[in-house]
């Protein structure tokens, strides 16, 4: 059970917050989270994803979304963004309110506090899954995450590699010390497909399954190193939706239905903000 009491006024018509993190950057989580979205939605959630990579927004690129700017209404007399609609994923991130290269200078505080008017001034409504693309490491924005609202729970991405898996460790801890429960490890980049059907494991092999089990939780599964995942990031059209039939897009789509099984499952039913018992 969570312990703390964060303010549980905010997104009241959101019922899981999933954040998207990992220690180190690189290792894949804009690519994860924007495809794990898009198969909520092809499963019928109602979804919406927070950018909170404030120093290094991707979503709007990834989404296909770059051009995109929300839009200012009067709700209750009070002024909301309406969030970017794309492929059914309701979204919000910095990059479609300032130009890039002035995120960038912001101090840590003012990162924080435009995270927190994502979740108060933007009209987010009714969600099933609402994620949080996070920024690397363990700082301030993990800080205030866990401080403003009650997390259903994190998912860590890392690489088979040593050196992310240290800092997968570092990040799976802290969420542990705020109490916020990682719901799994997922490994991304874990192989190559050769065209002969062997695998090269790049990056070394089970580093991912290692750490969960190390660690007691969940190994969600792994995504293999592939073109098309990278061009989906780029051309704003993640691999789920523009090759819905490949063995990646097979491999999200299984993490993304387990990860969802797995909370509606092991929450308690019939309260906004579920928490899970671990
Ligand atoms: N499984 C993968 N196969 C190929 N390219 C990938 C894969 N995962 C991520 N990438 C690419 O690696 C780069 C970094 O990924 P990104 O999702 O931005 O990482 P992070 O958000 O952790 O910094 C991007 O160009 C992305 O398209
Ligand atoms: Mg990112």
């Not at 994860?32 to 690129?61: M, R, W």
């Not at 700017?69 to 492929?87: D, F, G, R």
């Not at 874990?190 to 070394?204: A, L, M, P, Q, R």
């Not at 190994?219 to 051309?235: C, K, P, Q, S, Y």
């Amino acid at each position: 059970m969570l312990n703390k009491s964060p303010n549980k006024n905010i997104l009241t018509g959101v019922k899981y917050t999933i954040a998207v993190s990992s220690g180190k950057g690189g290792v894949g989580k804009s690519t994860v989270a924007v495809n794990l979205a898009a198969v909520l939605i092809k499963e019928g959630y109602k979804t919406g994803l927070i950018d909170a990579d404030i120093y290094g927004p991707s979503i709007p690129t990834m989404l296909g979304a770059a051009t995109e700017k929300p839009k200012l209404v009067k709700i209750q007399e009070k002024n909301k963004l309406l969030p970017v609609v794309k492929y059914g994923i309701k979204m919000m991130s910095i990059g479609f309110l300032v130009d890039s290269k002035e995120a960038v200078v912001w101090r840590g505080p003012m990162a924080s506090s435009a995270l927190k008017q994502f979740m108060n001034d933007v009209a987010w409504d009714e969600l099933d899954f609402l994620l949080y693309d996070m920024p690397p490491g363990t700082g301030d924005i993990q800080l205030t995450l866990t401080q403003s609202i009650p997390l259903t729970g994190s998912i860590i991405v890392t690489t088979p590699q040593e050196i992310s898996l240290i800092d997968a460790r570092k990040g799976a801890k802290m969420y542990g010390k705020v109490n916020v429960p990682v719901l799994g490890i997922i490994e991304n980049m874990s192989y190559y497909s050769n065209k002969d059907g062997t695998k090269d494991y790049i990056f070394g092999k089970g580093g991912g399954k290692k750490l969960a089990d190390e660690l007691n939780i969940n190994f969600l599964g792994e995504i293999a190193i592939n073109t098309d995942i990278r061009v989906g990031g780029d051309e704003g059209k993640p691999i789920v939706l523009g090759k819905p039939d490949s063995t990646e897009a097979e491999q999200f789509t299984e993490i993304a239905k387990n990860m969802a099984q797995n909370i509606l499952q092991n929450t308690k039913l019939n309260t906004k903000q579920p928490v899970i018992e671990v």
